[in-house]
């Protein structure tokens, strides 16, 4: 039978684009797994001299200093992604000071450092952890929380504050601690970010364990698929090799069949599946982010976001201002304050500086009511009595027309370093410690540094899956990877099943020719 122009067309567009996307749709399944179990894969490292040159660390770059705490005159840690450092405050000397920490440079993933007592404590991204400030041995402290992903901490006089993504935690002692659910803020929605909805749904997350276990299989169904592809798109080479040398190629052909067979029917079992996943996928990354980054939808009833707590996974800094007598929050949606009984609705600030949806890294109080606050977005000194909003390097006022800005900006603000004797440091993500005029050059790190500062698997996957691997090959246009792949791979489903749904379904009970469809 004699196919139309319009199945051929199809057939093209599934055999060509599925041949050039099956190698990156692998790569995005395998990653994307990893990505859903942190905590198991977190102990896993990967030496960054197999990464390619812009993971090389080098000027404390790529996070790896967030801030600083100074012990004592001439003692001072430094923290962030690289773990915790002992040093000097000339840093002649440095030397690691995470002894105690679990395997897994994930798990030194350090927010917040603070003296509290005579213990030191870190807020890390797997929870609470103390030691002496004398002799470093870190141990885990138990939180009363199902979830102890932690995001910064502050002190109120003699009680601790603990910010989980979730809630608020009191404590006076280290033993027994106080769980505190934020009041909604003022005018509160039961709503939730596009950007987050999104996320859950492409991690299978927003079903819970069941919609996690489901976005693995549909992992593994890509695997399958790019496989079952090109071993079709090879076996009829194969076979007419094979015949021309043994006048017979049987088995061979009926391997092809059987493979062609479970390639459709796993296709069109998982084809809207697939096409829903990969659709949300595209929306978290740029240029596709942007429109959605501040849009606030419905919750989902039933599903993971749908949560009595009005601040689930919304809190990221936290500082209580002694002097005003409020806590100011960083959040995902703003920033807000609130007195010190945390008994009233939040208060959003009426202007405020924008900050990257990639979340606040610069919270500093620099006065009585003024604060430094940095982000990918860049750096920002504000007035929250006037609202008054100055951009940090170009002097300007800024006028802040929402709660969020631009994901990165030309100043990607990882983090900040004050020393006495007014020496200022700000890190770029990129290109590592920058010194503010007449402080000077902040000191290279150390081979030892370098030497136990490894990525992690997740971290590794989290590059693979956001295609920013690939930026030293393409450069800038790396950020078109992900909308790009995803579209070419919903064209590759698409024609894959339209070809299905003409023809193959119409010949299930005749004999399947594994070597001349083109499917």
Request: proline share 5%; hydrophobic share 40%; charged share 15%.
């Amino acid at each position: 039978m004699k196919q139309s122009r319009f199945i051929r067309w199809n057939k093209t567009l599934h055999k060509w684009p599925a041949v050039v996307i099956a190698f990156f749709a692998i790569l995005f399944a395998l990653s994307g797994i990893v990505l859903n179990h942190r905590d198991f894969f977190s102990s896993f490292n990967i030496s960054r001299k197999l990464m390619p040159p812009g993971y090389q660390y080098k000027n404390w770059n790529l996070a790896g200093v967030r801030s600083s705490l100074y012990l004592t005159d001439d003692s001072v840690l430094i923290y962030g992604n690289t773990g915790i450092w002992l040093s000097n405050n000339q840093f002649t000397s440095i030397s690691d000071f995470n002894s105690g920490f679990p395997a897994g440079i994930d798990k030194r993933k350090i927010y917040t450092l603070i003296c509290y007592g005579n213990k030191l404590l870190a807020a890390t991204h797997f929870g609470l952890y103390a030691t002496e400030m004398k002799r470093p041995a870190w141990t885990k402290i138990t939180l009363p929380v199902k979830e102890d992903r932690l995001t910064d901490l502050t002190i109120k006089d003699d009680t601790l504050i603990i910010l989980s993504r979730h809630l608020l935690m009191k404590t006076t002692d280290l033993s027994r601690f106080e769980p505190i659910l934020l009041p909604s803020p003022e005018g509160y929605e039961k709503k939730t970010g596009l950007f987050n909805t999104l996320w859950e749904l492409h991690s299978g997350e927003l079903f819970g364990k069941i919609g996690i276990f489901t976005v693995d299989t549909l992992g593994f169904v890509v695997i399958l698929l790019s496989v079952t592809g090109l071993l079709h798109f090879f076996f009829p080479g194969w076979i007419r090799r094979r015949k021309k040398r043994l006048n017979s190629a049987g088995q061979l052909a009926h391997t092809a069949r059987l493979n062609l067979k479970w390639h459709n029917v796993v296709g069109y079992i998982f084809v809207l599946f697939l096409i829903v996943n990969t659709t949300a996928g595209i929306f978290l990354r740029p240029p596709l982010l942007i429109p959605i980054a501040s849009k606030q939808v419905g919750i989902i009833p039933y599903t993971h976001l749908d949560q009595d707590n009005p601040w689930f996974d919304k809190l990221r800094r936290v500082s209580w201002n002694d002097s005003l007598g409020i806590y100011l929050f960083s959040t995902s949606e703003g920033f807000y304050v609130s007195d010190e009984t945390l008994n009233q609705p939040l208060i959003p600030a009426p202007s405020q500086p924008p900050v990257s949806i990639m979340g606040c890294n610069v919270l500093e109080q620099t006065g009585k009511d003024s604060y430094l606050v940095g982000s990918f977005t860049g750096l920002y000194l504000w007035k929250i009595s006037s609202g008054a909003v100055m951009d940090f390097f170009s002097g300007e006022a800024t006028e802040q027309v929402s709660h969020t800005g631009r994901p990165i900006s030309d100043h990607m603000v990882a983090g900040w370093i004050t020393f006495p004797g007014g020496k200022h440091w700000w890190f770029d993500y990129n290109k590592g410690a920058v010194a503010l005029p007449g402080t000077g050059q902040f000191p290279e790190m150390t081979t030892e540094v370098i030497r136990k500062t490894p990525i992690s698997l997740w971290n590794a996957a989290l590059e693979i899956h956001t295609g920013r691997i690939f930026e030293h090959l393409v450069g800038p246009f790396y950020i078109l990877f992900v909308p790009l792949a995803g579209i070419c791979l919903i064209l590759v489903l698409f024609s894959g099943f339209f070809v299905w749904w003409k023809l193959h379904r119409k010949r299930v009970t005749k004999p399947v020719s594994g070597t001349t469809s083109k499917v």
